[in-house]
């Protein structure tokens, strides 16, 4: 944090905490195994709570375009 100070860019405490939600980590879990388990009509649900405590667009699309899961 002190490199971040140093260089003048201002730290946002508030997108740290939220970054870190425990229910956005339990929605990104929940929707993985709703993928493995192919129960997708529960899918477009978990991912709305994941992005509404802060998931990524990036986390979401890493789960649905998992390589280890067969079509």
């Known amino acids: 944090m002190a490199n971040v100070i140093q260089q003048g860019r201002p730290y946002d405490l508030r997108f740290r905490i939220?970054?870190?939600h425990p229910v956005r980590i339990s929605a990104l879990?929940?929707?993985k195994q709703a993928l493995l388990?192919?129960?997708y009509e529960e899918c477009r649900e978990i991912v709305a709570i994941a992005k509404e405590f802060?998931?990524?667009d990036s986390e979401?699309?890493?789960l649905l375009e998992d390589p280890r899961r067969s079509p």
Request: glycine share 6%; proline share 0%.
């Open 18 to 20: 939220k970054s870190k």
């Open 29 to 31: 879990w929940a929707l």
């Open 37 to 39: 388990l192919e129960k």
């Open 54 to 56: 802060g998931a990524q």
């Open 60 to 62: 979401i699309y890493y």
